[in-house]
Each structure stands twice: as C-alpha cells, then as structure tokens.
C-alpha cells in the first residue's frame, strides 16, 4: 500500500477551502468535500465549521462502499463544540442513515428505529435552538412523513430483545 506525506494548506487559504468544499457539497461529491475538510482540519484543528462540512459530507456518503457506517461521521460530531449542533447533527447522522438503509431496502427493518432517534434528537434539539431557527423542527418532520410515506413499523422482537 502506497502512503503519501499529505500537502498542508495555508491558514489564509481556509475560508475559500471551505467554500470550496461546501460547492462540492451541493454538486453531490461528498468525497471531495470530505478530502477539504480534512485539509482544513490539518491546517486549524477543531475549526467548526470544517467540521460541520465534514459531518454533513460523511453523511451524504452512508452507506456506500467508502462509508458503511455512522462511525467516522460520530468522530466528527464528538468534535463539535456547541450543544445545540451536537444534538442537532445527531440527528442528521441518524436520519442520513435511516435514509441509506431504506434506500437498501433495509434489511433488518431498523430504519424505523434510526428516524425515531433522529426525531428524539431533533426534539432535544429544538430546545436547545436559537429563536427563530426551526431547522430541529423541519427535520423532525421530515422524518415523520418518511416513517409514513414508507409504512414503517418499530421491528419486531423475540422474547430476548432481539429483531426477528
């Protein structure tokens, strides 16, 4: 496996950086946006807006061959410093990957449990809000009208706590 010794950008290039990664962003390359970020962290570490980015870009990337889990997108979150964010984006990972397991069909019928968290979070989140920023309420329900539109339903369980 080859390894490289990563190019570490300016200080004074971060906001465009991060302009930059956002546009990336909106053009549906995640991966891109993600590389940025992680550019920008290496040059200001713990910047939260990179963060943010970075979270959201993981996110956009669930469940495909690059991010198969909500691991690497938990390790961004755990970074972010204010509360209201933290619960908030909380809520986007568990939504984002509602999203990636019905798009699966989801097999193991959990995407009910991830929105239901995702609504518990962006509950949580709700009163953690500035006023005027209904963002934890829209996506609450959004979350809502997929459990309906989709028909899902809370997984069954055995005796044991286990889904069938």
């Known amino acids: 496996m080859v390894s490289f010794s990563f190019k570490v ?3 004074a290039a971060v906001p ?3 302009e930059k990664a956002e546009r990336y962003r909106l053009l549906n390359e995640p991966e891109q946006a993600e590389s940025i970020c992680r550019d920008i962290l290496v040059a200001e570490p713990g910047h939260q807006e990179a963060l943010v980015v970075l979270l959201l870009a993981l996110a956009d990337q669930l469940g495909t061959r690059h991010v198969r ?3 690497s997108a938990e390790e961004a979150l755990e970074k972010l410093t204010d509360p209201y964010q933290r619960t908030y984006y909380a809520g986007i990972i568990r939504e984002r990957w509602a999203r990636s397991l019905i798009h699966k069909d989801d097999p193991g019928g959990q995407a009910y449990t991830w929105l ?4 518990a979070c962006y509950e949580s989140a709700q009163a953690l809000a500035p006023i ?3 963002d934890a309420v829209l ?6 009208r997929v459990i309906e539109r989709e028909q899902l339903k809370e997984p069954a369980h055995d005796h044991y706590g286990h889904g069938d």
């Open 9 to 11: 950008i300016s200080h």
């Open 16 to 18: 465009r950086a991060l």
């Open 69 to 71: 889990d909500v691991g």
């Open 116 to 119: 239901i968290d995702a609504m």
């Open 132 to 134: 005027g920023n209904d």
């Open 139 to 144: 996506r609450w329900n959004a979350c809502a």
